[in-house]
């Protein structure tokens, strides 16, 4: 059975206080700061990410991916790996209540100096209830998601910020921070070491929860009017329990990906 956090309840009942109060801000979505891709119109195209191979490593891995950042009747959504549907709104949509999807990248445990030998972690599905805020300080995310996939039975409650660093014709960009904290099946999975996949130079280990902390920016460059190019960079701070993981090599995880958009 699957167990809410009580840090969700709290993050549950703290926007459910906001919900009922009459918004103030002004009326209308502040698209810029909607994603953490700062858009003005629905974005299509394909991409170049750059992500460390396993779970802690210092190699990385490329992946070419598509890039859908939209809306539907302004209902659904697309914003990279993530889907959802808006369930609930305040009258000047400024605060917003859902259901989301989230994939997550396993890895091949072969790629990895430091897991060779060990079981692969598989691709995932994490889906659950989300948060949106958007104030003049920026938009506040919030969400608690679990595996549907059942790979890890892992959860994971996410709390972000996304502040419009520079809108302008030219150029428009995104700043963001985050924290996540992880539950320890979720951990367990991709940092934890099984009794099976021990070896002498990497010894059994049973990953605890934690919390991640995340930064980074997303940037769009307008070109020949309709057409855009993406970018962006991040970098988490791993939580003590998957810092001490034997087949973690840094906790410092970068994220890195360069795309183009074209009109649909």
């Given at each position: ?44 195209g ?27 009747g ?27 999807a ?28 989300n ?9 506040f ?9 059942g790979?890890?039975n ?13 809108r ?47 930064m ?15 970018f ?33």
């Amino acid at each position: 059975m699957i167990k809410f956090p009580r840090m969700f309840f709290r993050i549950a009942i703290f926007f459910m206080v906001l919900f009922s109060a009459r918004a103030q801000a002004e009326s209308g979505i502040d698209r810029e700061t909607e994603t953490a891709v700062p858009r003005a119109r629905n974005l299509y195209g394909i991409g170049l990410g750059v992500l460390p191979k396993t779970s802690g490593a210092d190699e990385y891995r490329a992946l070419v991916l598509p890039i859908i950042n939209a809306n539907y009747g302004d209902r659904f959504y697309i914003n990279a790996l993530q889907a959802g549907v808006w369930l609930l709104d305040s009258e000047d949509k400024r605060l917003r209540v859902g259901l989301a999807a989230e994939a997550r990248f396993g890895w091949d445990a072969k790629d990895g100096r430091r897991t060779r030998g060990m079981e692969d972690r598989d691709f995932s599905i994490f889906v659950g209830p989300n948060v949106r805020w958007q104030t003049e300080l920026g938009t506040f995310n919030a969400q608690w998601t679990a595996d549907a996939s059942g790979h890890s039975n892992g959860q994971q409650v996410q709390l972000q910020y996304i502040k419009s660093l520079i809108r302008s014709p030219e150029l428009r960009l995104n700043g963001l921070l985050g924290v996540t904290w992880n539950n320890q099946k979720f951990n367990d999975y991709y940092f934890g070491v099984a009794a099976s996949e021990a070896s002498a130079t990497r010894p059994q280990y049973r990953a605890d929860s934690g919390v991640e902390l995340q930064m980074g920016v997303n940037g769009v460059v307008p070109v020949m009017q309709t057409h855009s190019f993406l970018f962006g960079a991040f970098v988490t701070r791993l939580s003590h329990a998957q810092y001490d993981s034997p087949i973690t090599e840094t906790r410092l995880q970068p994220l890195a990906y360069v795309g183009y958009s074209i009109p649909f």
